[in-house]
């Protein structure tokens, strides 16, 4: 996709779209919440992404993942978790015997936040005001789905779940319980592995990734 079209598709969702800061949706399901969500305006990164990318999945939905924030190719399709990290962990879900069909994906912040190198766009990370500004959607998003167990995939999406800086490196493998009794399940963002470039290094972190999904799969059948 051209830049020049992403440009005039997002000048003409400004035109057309109202502004809304989210305290006034008052969505009854996870459908309706997204076509609210497509016209946020609480924090300023709706100005340069694409679309809003909002979370998918069914609504009975006991297992919750969140990551940090759509990447380039989320930003374009307009859905969680379709970019590598994606494959990756649809691939590492599968090994744990978790459907992911049967799973809530989403991102604690829903656009997407780069910087422009070239004709590139550099993912850059969420800071703690988008963060806060976005838990609003993400809260919606848990009390529509109720899941059992929610899972942090990395320390933004902890940040999310919890309104707060976890060490998430040192408490992987751990749960954490939020005030609402919701469990939050900590580790890494599938984005780590693919960055690592040793091949025995990024073998070991993805076999330990797919332990924390087999830990997962342990706590939704306990």
């Known amino acids: 996709m051209s830049s020049l079209h992403n440009e005039t598709a997002r000048e003409a969702r ?10 006034e949706a008052d969505a009854r ?19 340069d992404a694409t679309q809003t990318v909002f979370g998918e999945g069914p609504e009975n939905a006991q297992l919750f993942f969140v990551g940090e924030q759509p990447g380039d ?9 379709v970019g590598p990290a994606g494959r990756l962990l649809d691939e590492i879900l599968l090994e744990a015997e978790i459907d992911r069909r049967k799973t ?5 912040v829903k656009h997407f936040k780069f910087e422009p190198r070239g004709k590139r766009r550099i993912h850059s990370k969420p800071n703690t005001g988008e963060v ?36 998430v490196l040192k408490m992987r ?16 963002h599938p984005s780590y592995l693919l960055r690592i470039r040793q091949p025995a290094d990024a073998a070991a972190e993805r076999h330990r990734f797919l332990d924390d999904m087999r830990k997962v799969k342990a706590l939704m059948t306990s």
């Not at 993400?138 to 999310?160: N, R, S, Y």
């Not at 493998?173 to 005030?179: C, F, I, S, W, Y």
Request: charged share 20%.
């Open 29 to 47: 399901s996870i459908a309706g919440l997204a076509q609210q969500a497509a016209h946020c305006r609480r924090c300023p990164l709706w100005k």
């Open 73 to 81: 190719r989320e930003d374009l399709a307009g859905k969680p978790f």
């Open 132 to 167: 806060s500004a976005c838990r609003w959607w993400l809260d919606k998003e848990l009390a529509l789905t109720k899941p059992k167990i929610a899972v942090a995939l990395g320390a933004t999406a902890a940040q999310g779940l919890l309104g707060k800086a976890v060490p």
């Open 104 to 108: 809530y994906v989403t991102n604690a």
């Open 173 to 188: 493998g751990q749960t954490v319980k939020r005030e609402d009794s919701l469990e939050v399940f900590l580790t890494v």
């Open 14 to 23: 400004r035109v057309q779209q109202p502004l809304m800061t989210g305290d």
